[in-house]
């Protein structure tokens, strides 16, 4: 498991309730925009550089890589140090997908309208799609309750990570 971003995360040896290394599978992927793209790096690299991840049942920290088969999120958990599987936490996608839908919706007119409107019908756009956001994030922190214990900001960027996975041409 990787990274790509070419860097190593630094442990804390106190420190057991972290995700230090994050793979999105890249069959997974199906669609890659520049801003995509660019989402999914900045992601991964928020991440890794603040997180709070706890694995019901076993300490961390953590490897973890995501992946979306059969209408599923898959959250492959293992432990840093030597990639032994902890556990997979598998997800449905059916509750998650208006909001992924809705903020799509929002993102592309956000990307839009940063070419064509005036700052503040851009502000505008912009709270809506971080109010989807926090949904979606909320949603995969209720979805996760009794699995995983994440904080509020690694919920953001876990479903920033689940929707660059749910993208389709």
């Known amino acids: 498991m990787g ?49 709070s991840f706890q694995l019901t049942g076993a300490e961390g920290p953590y490897r973890l890589r995501l992946a979306i088969h059969e209408n599923r999120l898959l959250f492959d958990v293992r432990t840093a140090k030597d990639g032994d599987k902890l556990r997979d936490i598998v997800l449905s996608l059916t509750p998650f997908r208006k909001v992924v839908k809705d903020y799509f919706m929002i993102c592309e007119s956000y990307y839009d309208a940063i070419k064509r409107l005036s700052p503040s019908q851009i502000e505008a756009l912009d709270m809506g799609r971080r109010g989807l956001h926090n949904e979606g994030s909320e949603l995969l922190r209720e979805r996760l309750a009794g699995k995983i214990d994440v904080d509020h900001d690694t919920a953001r960027r876990l479903f920033t990570l689940l929707c660059a996975l749910h993208i389709r041409t």
Do not use: K
């Open 3 to 51: 990274n790509g971003l070419g860097a190593e995360v630094q442990v804390s040896p106190a420190r057991t309730d972290l995700v230090v290394d994050v793979e999105l599978d890249q069959e997974s992927i199906q669609y890659r925009s520049a801003e995509s793209e660019h989402e999914r790096q900045v992601a991964i690299f928020d991440l890794l550089e603040g997180n």
